[in-house]
């Protein structure tokens, strides 16, 4: 049986999309970390057997940058 690990949402501004997040999921964000090699800061929720991870952008570079640019938060 397949299942989903995670779900990625790129956010523009991590700490008020953690704010927002933990209304809306009911539940509180259980980690933050930094990713350098990847130039993102990340925040993670717990929604049962599921996790969902929010990525913000450190540098222009990056390839969440590059997805916010095109595409917008999502």
Known sequence: MNKIEHIGIAVRNLEKSIDLYQRLLDTDCYKTEQVASEFVNTAFFKTGE??????????????IAKFLEKKGEG
């Open 50 to 63: 599921n996790k969902v991870e929010l990525l913000q952008a450190t540098a222009p570079e990056s390839a």
